[in-house]
């Protein structure tokens, strides 16, 4: 069975994930940093591309002791599967998310499997796969029932483009970045029904000065 599919964001109002400068901007408060860990906390995997792996170096890890003894106290371990994606095989194996104490997989495709392999293959799980439908089956496989996805924006696109995504989180920060070449939270893309397609709004909350938006993208979901 493949999991539930969570994807996590915070943007600005007019829709960006980061602007042009060297370092992580921050978007979220103190309060949605923790929602977020609580999410984490929840996941059996979280999902990234190489392109936010090499751009912001991410941890991926349950900051929370508390919500790390839970897991723990769960059967599961303290901290989520770490995902990442990558058509090319493109990886630094001097990121930070390669050296701490948690599971790491890698999805490729054929032609990145090589690549990859030699960046991470004694620190990763390296499987060449044929596209999203088939790493969410093998994450089910491997028993993960719940999968939360933090970016990048092409890999947002692809989840709701072909359309897997159970859930949908939009944290939106009151501030506007303004900056043509910064990243965005999606790009084009052909999504189904297109824009004349509603999701279904399921949640609003109000943490500080942030908007958290909770949506169910699919026709299907309840």
Do not use: C
């Not at 790493?135 to 947002?156: F, I, N, P, S, T």
């Amino acid at each position: 069975m493949r999991p539930h599919v969570l994807l996590s964001v915070a943007v600005s109002v007019d829709g960006y994930i980061d602007d042009t400068g060297p370092d992580r901007f921050p978007l979220s408060n103190a309060a949605d940093f923790d929602r977020v860990d609580a999410l984490r906390a929840e996941s059996d995997a979280i999902l990234v591309g190489a392109r936010t792996l090499r751009r912001d170096n991410p941890r991926l890890l349950v900051a929370d002791p508390a919500r790390r003894a839970a897991r723990v106290a769960d059967g599961k371990p303290a901290h989520p599967l770490g995902v990442v994606i990558t058509a090319r095989g493109e990886l630094d194996p001097e990121r930070v998310f390669w050296h701490q104490d948690a599971a790491r997989v890698v999805y490729t495709t054929a032609d990145g499997l090589t690549a990859a392999t030699a960046a991470v293959g004694g620190l990763a799980d390296v499987v060449a796969t044929a596209g999203l439908a088939d790493v969410l089956d093998d994450l089910g496989r491997r028993g993960v029932a719940r999968l939360m996805v933090e970016g990048g924006g092409r890999v947002h696109t692809a989840f709701l483009a072909a359309g897997l995504a159970d859930e949908l989180r939009v944290a939106v920060a009151p501030m506007l970045v303004g900056q043509a070449d910064a990243p965005r939270f999606l790009h084009p893309g052909a999504f189904p029904g297109g824009p004349a397609r509603r999701f279904r709004l399921a949640e609003v909350t109000a943490l500080g000065d942030v908007a958290v938006l909770r949506y169910l993208p699919k026709l299907t979901s309840a």
